[in-house]
């Protein structure tokens, strides 16, 4: 019988052919831990008796939340994770110094690679598989039986193809992409299950759509996203190599067969999709643009940033379109580029001055906005635009107010029109 | 165990559960005070120690804080009951001894009602409709980690064999 990637990534690390449904244990190639989820893992390390890691060199920490701190209490929880880096040594600990949000830096550093098994404590460690890995969110504890014991259990998840076709038209990124298949699937259509991207349109996805598209799959409720390598990824890791001096390790590449067995197939014509507005309060209410111009949606707050819209690109489209413009007398816009690299090479390219002279406010890499942690908290009945994953009640801050999920070029000429406009009229 | 219960609806998040604007501090207590505060604001003020929550489909969808099933089992909720939860929720609840029950006639029971549940029998009785369920049984590999104790104990076992 035919396997899909999903299954060959387990079946190599378990040494035999499995199938979807079986429950394996693997070593982990990368287990991931943050500010927030990591000093609730260091308490189960520590109380399980364990005085050191199974596998050092395959765990990482990231400060990325509430880094630099938001307050005393945020300062307290971060040492915790600090003292844990330092009395173990850790090779992987990326804190002020060297930071970034977690699923765009650890890429970034050449620590993703295909064919891994990944884990995180953080429900977006699915934005890995854009690499051909297989990579889920998981709690503190898993972490910790990760750190542990090296290893976790899962069950191998079905898959459902996701099939895009087409040339995507202008303005059209994965982001529209991801958030039309949550529109089609709703918020738990994924639940337990692997996304397979796959199809013509792929070609014309750089990574940092592919990125984007893996990152949202948890809110279709899916277990993983997954993107087979192909000369993009290729591209993308010989860069890697170079300016990290190697990767983590040797990739090891899968494809599905022909005759893998997907539970489901659902199709996406990408050249006729109008860039896609998710409504608040789910990420599966997704309207086309020209609802919401309709709607005539006037904006308080434009925020570009997060692990799934934070990147090089997400930059580079918002200045394009804001060179020479400035933000609308009532709206604000925040930008947070996810990594110190991208800030460095948005600053390289001109891109913050651009930003900046709009009428932006660029802050350092942190989750902080998107999650209603800090730095872009909106107030009782605020509306923003944000290239974040998540419309939740309350997700940025008062019940009352309200996040319309969008692409980072409807985030930029809204943020200039003061309500949600369509790009492509500009 | 006994409880009153009080009804949430479909897909509620972990930001519903516990706002991330709590989340620069993982004690139980403190997460305690605002549980599901984005949903109710007055939750806490109306709970008691040993209530029942009974929501619609997804429950605990969204991020993978297992700061969420700390908050619940931190403010007295003894259980959980929804026709489905959430993948990470569901594996986080186990790992934290927060006991959830999956029953597809979830929404057959109302706010007030007052459910036991015995976990023996499998069963979810409905003691205010006179009403008797059964919930899905759990994965039998997950038995094997309750049985242990969870999954931390599961792995101190491991180190003390290997040790």
């Known amino acids: 019988m035919g396997q899909t990637i999903t299954e060959k990534i387990f079946s190599e690390h378990v040494g035999k052919e499995v199938h979807a449904g079986e429950i394996v244990r693997v070593n982990i190639d990368m287990i991931i831990g943050n500010d927030i989820t990591t000093p609730i893992s260091i308490r189960a390390f520590e109380e399980s008796g364990a005085e050191k890691l199974a596998r050092p060199d395959n765990f990482s920490i990231v400060m990325d939340h509430y880094i630099p701190a938001k307050d005393i209490a945020s300062a307290n929880q971060a040492k915790i994770s600090r003292e844990f880096a330092y009395k173990h040594d850790l090779k992987y600990f990326f804190d002020e110094k060297d930071m970034g949000i977690e699923h765009a830096l650890l890429p970034e550093k050449g620590l993703v690679i295909p064919g891994d098994v990944i884990i995180g404590a953080d429900s977006h460690t699915c934005t890995h598989g854009a690499l051909g890995a297989f990579s889920t969110g998981m709690g503190s504890t898993d972490l910790a039986f990760g750190m542990i014991t090296g290893g976790n259990w899962f069950k191998v998840p079905e898959t459902i193809k996701v099939e895009l076709t087409g040339m995507p038209g202008e303005h059209i990124y994965g982001k529209d992409i991801i958030l039309e298949l949550i529109r089609i699937l709703g918020v738990d259509g994924a639940l337990y299950k692997a996304l397979e991207f796959t199809g013509d349109a792929i070609q014309h996805l750089g990574m940092d759509d592919r990125f984007s598209m893996c990152n949202m799959a948890i809110e279709a409720g899916a277990k993983s996203g997954i993107i087979a390598v192909d000369n993009i990824t290729e591209a993308y890791l010989i860069e890697r190599e170079e300016v990290n001096g190697g990767l983590r390790a040797k990739p090891k590449i899968h494809y599905s067969d022909e005759d893998a067995n997907y539970c489901q197939v659902i199709t996406i014509d990408v050249e006729n999709l109008s860039p896609v507005i998710a409504y608040p309060f789910l990420p599966s209410n997704g309207k086309p643009v020209e609802q919401a111009v309709e709607d005539d949606l006037k904006i308080d707050q434009v925020m570009i940033g997060s692990c799934t819209n934070g990147r090089i690109e997400d930059l580079r489209i918002a200045a394009e379109i804001m060179k020479d413009k400035r933000v609308a007398k009532h709206t604000r816009m925040i930008v947070t580029p996810a990594t110190q690299k991208i800030l460095m090479q948005a600053q390289h390219e001109g891109l913050i001055d651009i930003l900046i002279e709009a009428g932006a406010v660029v802050s350092n890499p942190t989750c902080g906005a998107c999650l209603g942690g800090y730095m872009g908290i909106l107030g009782d009945g605020e509306r923003c635009v944000a290239t974040t994953n998540r419309n939740f009640v309350g997700r940025m801050g008062a019940r009352t107010s309200e996040i319309y999920l969008a692409n980072s070029a409807v985030a930029a000429a809204s943020a200039i029109a003061g309500k949600i406009v369509d790009p492509r009229d500009i | ?163």
Not at chain 2, 43 to 51: A, H, L, Q, T
Not at chain 2, 57 to 77: Q, T, V, Y
Not at chain 2, 78 to 100: D, E, Q, S, W
Not at chain 2, 139 to 155: R, S, T
């Open chain 2, 1 to 163: 165990m006994q409880g009153k219960v009080w009804k949430f609806g479909d897909n509620i998040d972990t930001d519903l559960i516990i706002a991330a604007r709590y989340l620069n501090t993982s004690e139980p207590s403190e997460l305690a005070k605002h549980v599901m505060e984005d949903a109710d604001p007055q939750f806490v003020s109306k709970m008691g120690e040993g209530d029942i929550i009974v929501a619609g489909e997804n429950f605990g969808c969204g991020s993978s804080r297992e700061h969420a099933p700390i908050a619940l089992k931190a403010a007295g909720i003894n259980a959980v009951i929804a026709p489905t939860f959430a993948r990470i929720f569901y594996r986080n609840a186990f790992n934290m001894g927060l006991p959830i029950f999956e029953l597809k006639e979830a929404a057959e029971i109302n706010e007030g009602d007052v459910v036991r549940i015995d976990m023996d029998a499998g069963e979810i009785i409905n003691v205010t409709q006179a009403k008797t369920y059964k919930f899905t049984p759990i994965p039998e590999f997950m038995q094997e980690l309750v049985n242990a104790g969870g999954l931390i104990e599961f792995a101190k076992n491991e180190i003390k064999a290997g040790a």
